[in-house]
């Protein structure tokens, strides 16, 4: 019983740690392809709207203010991982990807792993 109990607090204290960004809730479109991330990457959420939002960090920006924000956060690690929701305008997505690209970044979309079979090329 108590190896139980163990396991189950152990499971709880673990499973948190593996949440990206909680709070933020995004719709990632599905892809039947999948990369592990780098050990510590930058991630920015992009949340659709009227103006579309960029968080990073638990703090929402502007798109214009994004670069300069990157910037600040330069590590040993130069990747960012951009999740966008599927809903979010593509050419908002290739702005955000052009102005990290410029910092220097390396660049990784997210997308939700699909349950289709890979198709045939």
């Known amino acids: ?3 139980v109990l163990f396991l189950v607090l152990a499971f709880f204290s673990l499973g948190s740690t593996f949440v990206l960004q909680p709070g933020i ?3 990632l479109p599905s892809s039947p392809f999948g990369l592990q991330p780098d050990r ?10 009227p103006k579309p939002e960029v968080w990073i960090k638990d703090r929402k ?14 590590t040993t690690d130069p990747t960012v991982i951009i999740r966008s929701d599927r809903l979010v305008p593509y050419h908002v997505v ?3 990807v052009n102005s990290v690209l410029a910092e220097g970044f390396r660049v990784v979309l997210a997308g939700q792993e699909s349950k289709s079979p890979t198709p045939n090329p």
């Open 61 to 74: 920006f502007r798109l214009e203010d994004v670069p300069r924000i990157i910037s600040l956060n330069k």
């Open 1 to 3: 019983m108590v190896n």
């Open 40 to 49: 510590n990457p930058l991630i920015l959420s992009i949340v659709p709207g």
């Open 94 to 96: 290739t702005e955000l």
């Open 25 to 27: 809730r995004i719709e």
